[in-house]
Structures are given as structure tokens and as C-alpha cells.
């Protein structure tokens, strides 16, 4: 008799190193038993298709055995290496009726992200996520290597269960995806994939008639450094007028993006690109909202930074020089700075040549300053 330990390959996904990953199951083997002949025979066997058939052929004969669980998972691992999706979940299914299995789960999800089956793929995630949350609730601090090593697979398993459902929701169409990122947040709201999904996630809702949930999403996904979900929520109040939460969100998500850690796969351009276009749209935003609150100085400081990441947007380019003229203005009447308010002038006259909510206004202001001036 013997104690088995099997070796699992976790499938490799952005943002988690792939391991060799152990398996341990609370089972010994009695080679002097059909059975544990089987079991000892699949542990030794290094052909996929004969793994395959060992186990087929172990769940025949022994479906409620100890070790079910763990040849189910053999099985499924050597059927997705034929590409056998739906035999996968065949097995897992029959696996899961007589006790659940982290590993037997995980294929199976796999299978269904595979399958890009959006309604198996949130069945299987939530599966395989209480099976590993509850190995690693239940796993207490260990020195064993082998105990380490099968923490951080449950950890990594866990993790994919997260990744399956934001890669499909990538894929699908806008209901779809609105599921799939609902079913993700209600599994993990501070999920590191839900800010990489969030922008699509909002204009999905957008698309499948829910616009009136983007805000209370926002606000509920704003956590974590989730900065995208901090400019929607940003804009949010910024459109019902609550500047006080405008300048938090959009404080709070510049935060957030100055402390991301470049993502995996992408160049240093790219996510140097990337970074400076989010950063613009959060200083825009904390920029209005100071306005807003008629704190001029940050206002015109975070506006200024802001400008070269939005002028690509004409509406929030004419927005953000509207308020800049405005806050250059205010802080230089009352000193009598009149180069500060020519800065002013200068802004509002750019905003009033942009098509737009701000047009009209601007250029009033302008008029009204320039007269202020003397007409220069």
C-alpha cells in the first residue's frame, strides 16, 4: 500500500504562471486489489489514449470508488488532449454526482470555455471555484513542499474559474456579456479581470436595453482599483451633478492607473499608450469635478494634464477648455492677473470653436472677458 500523488498541468492564462501543479488525493493504493492494480496502472502509464482507456475502465467498474474523483480527472485531462469537449463533460457530470472534484471540474471548465458554451462555462466556474475555495479554506499552513505546491494550484484554479468567464465575455454578444460579467462580479467583485472587461461591460448594457444599470454597476464595481469602473462612475455623477463624488472617483482612478503594473503580453509602448489615455480621461474628470467645486487651482492643473490623452474626443477636449478657461479666469480676477485671464480668454476661445454643449457658452465667456480686457 501506498500513499498517490499525481501531477496536474494547469492551463496556462494571462496574469498566472503555469505550473506542474500536485494533486493530492486522501486515498491509498492496494496493489493487491483489481482496483488498485487499475489505480497503479494509471499512475504508471505515460500514453494518453491508454490513460484514457485505464480510466474509462476503472469508472465502469468502481463509479463510487474513493478515487473516482481523481481518475475522472485523469480522464478528462487525456479526452481534452483528443479535444473531446463534450466527452469531458460527460464524464465530469457523472464525477460531480458522486462527489464534487476540483480538478474533474476544472477540465470540464475548460472543455466549455473550448466550447465557447457561455451557460456551461458559468456552470462549470462556479463549480470549480467553491471546490478550490474550499481546499484552500480548509488547507492550514504546511512546511511540506507538496502541501505548498497543491495550495497554490487550488489558488490557480480558482483564479482560471474568474478567467474562463471574462475570456468569453470578451467573445459574446452584448446580453451575453452582461450575464457572463455579472456572474463574474457576484463570484468575485475585486476580480482582477473585471477592470480589463469593465469599459466593454458597460457599453454591452448599453446595447442590450439595461443603460439605467451602468451607473449602479459602476458604483458597485468601483472598488479595488478597478479605475475603468472609476471614470464610469465618475461620469456617472459628473452628469447628475454630484461634483463632490466626480473629483473622488476621478482622483481615485488616477491613483489606481499610477499603480498598475503593466500587463503581460503587452510592449512597453503599448501599455505606456494605454496608461496615458486612462490617466487623461481621470484627470479630466478630477479636473471638472474641482471646477465644479469651484476649486480653481486644482482644476486648472489637472485639466491642463489631461488635454494632450483627450483631444481626440472633441466633446470632452471642448469640456475640459471650457472649465480651464473658467478656472484661469477666477484665479486671475482677483489678483488683477490679467495675463491669467487672457489664458482664460484664450481657453474659452478654443472651447467656442468646437461644435458642441459648450459652444454657446464659451463663447459668451470670452466676449464677456475679453470686454473685461479692455478689448485686448
Known amino acids: 500500500m501506498k500513499s498517490y500523488v499525481a501531477a496536474l498541468v494547469l492551463l496556462a ?34 500514453d ?96 511540506d513542499a507538496d502541501d505548498k505546491q497543491y495550495l497554490e494550484h487550488a489558488k490557480e484554479v480558482d483564479e482560471y474559474s474568474e478567467y474562463a468567464l471574462y475570456v468569453l465575455a470578451l467573445k459574446a454578444q452584448p446580453k451575453e456579456e452582461v450575464d457572463l460579467v455579472d456572474t463574474l462580479i457576484k463570484q468575485n467583485a475585486k476580480s482582477q479581470y473585471l477592470p480589463q472587461v469593465a469599459t466593454s461591460y458597460f457599453a454591452a448594457l448599453g446595447k442590450a436595453g439595461e443603460a439605467t444599470k451602468i451607473c449602479p454597476a459602476a458604483d458597485k464595481m468601483a472598488v479595488d482599483k478597478n479605475a475603468e469602473a472609476m471614470i464610469q462612475a465618475a461620469d456617472c455623477a459628473w452628469r447628475a451633478n454630484r461634483a463632490t463624488s ?94 491669467q485671464m487672457r489664458q482664460g480668454l484664450q481657453f474659452f476661445q478654443q472651447s467656442a470653436e468646437i461644435s458642441g454643449p459648450m459652444q454657446d457658452q464659451a463663447s459668451r465667456n470670452a466676449k464677456t472677458v475679453l470686454t473685461e480686457l479692455g478689448g485686448k
Request: hydrophobic share 40%.
Open 246 to 339: 466626480v473629483t473622488s472617483y476621478g482622483s481615485k482612478a488616477a491613483e489606481a492607473i499610477n499603480s498598475r503594473a503593466k500587463r503581460e503580453g503587452v510592449s512597453d509602448s503599448d501599455w505606456a499608450s494605454q496608461k496615458s489615455a486612462l490617466l487623461g480621461t481621470a484627470n479630466f474628470y478630477t479636473g471638472v469635478g474641482y471646477a465644479l467645486e469651484m476649486r480653481y487651482g486644482p482644476a486648472n492643473k489637472a485639466l491642463r494634464g489631461a488635454l494632450p490623452a483627450i483631444k481626440g474626443s472633441p466633446q470632452f477636449y471642448a469640456t475640459a477648455l471650457f472649465y480651464l478657461g473658467l478656472a484661469n479666469y477666477q484665479l486671475g480676477k482677483p489678483l488683477g492677473d490679467k495675463a
Open 48 to 143: 494518453d489514449l491508454k490513460k484514457v482507456s485505464i480510466a474509462e475502465d476503472f469508472l465502469a467498474k468502481y463509479p463510487k470508488h474513493e478515487a473516482a474523483g481523481w481518475v475522472a480527472a485523469q480522464l478528462e485531462a487525456g479526452l481534452l488532449a483528443e479535444k473531446d469537449n463534450d466527452k469531458v463533460l460527460e464524464v465530469a457530470d457523472a464525477a460531480y454526482a458522486t462527489g464534487p472534484d476540483m480538478d474533474a471540474a476544472y477540465y470540464a471548465l475548460e472543455a466549455a470555455v473550448a466550447k465557447e458554451d457561455a451557460a456551461l462555462a458559468k456552470k462549470w466556474s462556479a463549480r470549480t471555484s467553491e471546490a478550490a475555495r474550499k481546499i484552500i479554506s480548509s488547507t492550514k499552513a504546511s512546511t
Open 13 to 46: 492564462f494571462p496574469g498566472v504562471l503555469s505550473l506542474t501543479a500536485q494533486e493530492k488525493q486522501n486515498f491509498v493504493i492496494n496493489v493487491g486489489t483489481p482496483d488498485g492494480q487499475l489505480l497503479q496502472s494509471l499512475g504508471q502509464e505515460t
